[in-house]
């Protein structure tokens, strides 16, 4: 697949290895709705995004973006959003973006896309 290929997404295990947890701790987190993974033939992979962020500020967006389909959340990372100055999720938070107001663009991303469940942004 070529999000693998592209280094766009990341197997679990580095995911893991980069927060200090156990492969296995990422699975709770899922279901928690503070991560989320793509599955590519039989692995799951998480956005290489996640990487460069803590878990509780991934664990914030991830959130807002409620029951969305996991491809519909990756584009959310991957895109490059006007009012985070063009820049994707991670480089923004990463250039000092408030947390708080990605979370709202994510909750925003989510109603227009018809999510059910969608967190309330602060």
Request: proline fraction near 2%; aromatic fraction near 8%.
């Amino acid at each position: 697949m070529q999000w693998v290929k592209d280094g766009l997404v990341v197997p679990g295990e580095q995911l893991a290895q980069a927060w200090g947890l156990t492969r296995q701790a990422l699975a709770p987190a899922a279901d928690r709705g503070e991560v989320f993974a793509v599955k590519i033939g039989n692995r799951l992979y998480y956005p290489q995004a996640f990487l460069a962020l803590d878990r509780e500020t991934v664990a914030t967006v991830c959130r807002a973006l409620g029951d969305l389909g996991a491809s519909e959340k990756l584009m959310f990372w991957l895109r490059e959003h006007g009012v985070l100055g063009g820049k994707g999720v991670a480089a923004a938070l990463d250039a000092g973006v408030a947390v708080a107001k990605v979370e709202r663009l994510a909750a925003a991303w989510a109603r227009e896309r018809g999510a059910a469940r969608v967190a309330a942004a602060a």
